[in-house]
């Protein structure tokens, strides 16, 4: 049983690198802000923290990087579905600008108090 959880946390590690590995190739190769792997890979870890009790947000974000790198949604398209996925967590919303082009940025609007 802990051989099966240290694979499980091997597997995750690995694929977590590879796409932060992604995210720093996709920023590069469309002229992005340069970014380092270790600045997505911290950015991937608060998602994993901030939804560690609900799974299929996170496995929902990583889907949304990996359309936005095969270029199957474009900038405005990833703003849009990121900005939905973590409506509740404007922290997240805000951080991820790091993976955004220049001229591109998302503004978290806040609360009127009333």
Same mark, same amino acid.
């Given at each position: 049983?802990?051989?099966? +959880?240290?694979?499980?946390?091997?597997? @995750?590690? *690995?694929?977590?690198?590879?796409?932060?590995?992604? +995210?720093?190739?996709?920023?590069?190769?469309?002229?992005? &802000?340069? /970014?380092?792997?270790?600045?997505?890979?911290?950015? /991937?870890? &608060?998602?994993?923290?901030?939804?560690?009790?609900?799974?299929?947000?996170?496995?929902?974000?990583?889907?949304?990087?990996?359309?936005?790198? *095969? &270029?199957?949604?474009?900038?405005?398209?990833?703003? *849009?579905?990121? *900005?939905? +996925?973590?409506?509740?967590?404007?922290? /997240?919303?805000?951080? @991820?600008?790091? @993976? +955004?082009?220049?001229?591109?940025?998302?503004?978290?609007?806040?609360?009127?108090?009333?």
């Amino acid at each position: 049983m802990k051989r099966r +959880l240290e694979d499980r946390e091997t597997l @995750f590690a *690995s694929k977590q690198r590879r796409l932060a590995g992604n +995210l720093e190739a996709s920023a590069q190769g469309q002229q992005f &802000q340069r /970014l380092e792997v270790e600045d997505a890979l911290s950015y /991937l870890d &608060q998602v994993k923290l901030q939804f560690g009790n609900q799974p299929q947000v996170y496995n929902d974000f990583l889907d949304i990087m990996k359309e936005f790198k *095969s &270029q199957s949604i474009d900038t405005p398209g990833v703003i *849009s579905r990121v *900005s939905q +996925l973590f409506k509740a967590h404007p922290d /997240l919303i805000v951080g @991820f600008n790091t @993976f +955004l082009p220049r001229g591109y940025k998302i503004e978290v609007q806040k609360p009127v108090a009333g």
